[in-house]
């Protein structure tokens, strides 16, 4: 019943900066912690970020830590992941995703509820 729809992935230098938006329809947003994973070529899903319901908690990626930062604004439904210094290593599709607040295990995919249809980044040397 919950749909998420994202946008803003593209392609970009190495050293530039991408905003990932993610937009809930359906349900209110403010019940869900929201995550961001990636996953690139060859690789297993990797967790990159996640912010709690009400937006009292981040959580970081050791990868990312300093370069990316989660925010959400509950009165859109919406939630960004700003992405600073990217590098080639960033490059993956990104996904971003809701849990219900109360299950509290944000950095797990396996816990999240519902999920967005992935969008593409691709940072160039």
């Known amino acids: 019943q919950v749909q998420l729809v994202e946008s803003g992935g593209g392609l970009v230098q190495a050293g530039g900066s991408l905003r990932l ?32 319901w009400n937006g009292g908690s981040e959580d970081y990626a050791d990868s990312v830590k300093g370069r ?32 219900r607040a109360w299950i509290n295990r944000r950095i797990v995919a396996t816990a999240y509820d519902y999920w967005g249809q992935g969008t593409q980044v691709t940072v160039s040397s």
């Open 21 to 52: 938006s993610c937009a809930a329809s359906g349900r209110p947003f403010t019940n869900y912690a929201m995550g961001w994973f990636r996953q690139a070529p060859g690789k297993e899903r990797e967790f990159v970020a996640a912010i709690s």
């Open 68 to 99: 990316f930062t989660i925010s959400r604004d509950n009165a859109k439904n919406a939630g960004y992941l700003h992405m600073n210094s990217l590098k080639p290593e960033d490059t993956a599709v990104y996904y971003c995703a809701i849990q």
